[in-house]
């Protein structure tokens, strides 16, 4: 899996994800200081969204690619303390094996 934060994304970034976010929202709810990018098999992301959500108080997208029916790529938005903390939550836990649905 990749992992990457962008902290203080700037309005063409998040435009872009505005664009792709499976949830057809066309607006993000709360602030977003840091916006955490994970890609990877499908099985993996449909995990790190659960993880995030349970460890810290962010949102998760799923970010459209090519394929629309392949979650390859999400995105967890919040304050860059949560996102951080989700981030460092599915490393371990995937890394792990300690999640369990």
């Known amino acids: 899996m990749d992992f990457r ?4 994304p700037s309005a063409g970034a998040l435009n872009i ?12 709810e709360e602030p977003v200081d840091a916006v955490g990018l994970i890609q990877g098999k499908m099985i993996d992301m449909v ?9 810290v108080g962010v949102v998760v997208e799923d970010i459209k690619g090519n ?3 392949n979650m390859i790529l999400l995105a967890i938005m919040g304050d ?6 989700a981030m460092a939550e599915i490393k371990f836990k995937l890394k792990e ?5």
Do not use: F, M, N, Y
């Open 5 to 8: 934060i962008i902290k203080s």
């Open 47 to 55: 995990v790190a969204a659960d993880i995030a959500e349970k460890s």
């Open 80 to 85: 860059t303390a949560s996102v951080e903390s």
């Open 67 to 69: 394929c629309p029916q």
């Open 17 to 28: 994800l505005l664009r792709r976010k499976g949830s057809g929202k066309a607006t993000i």
């Open 97 to 101: 094996g300690h999640h369990a649905c």
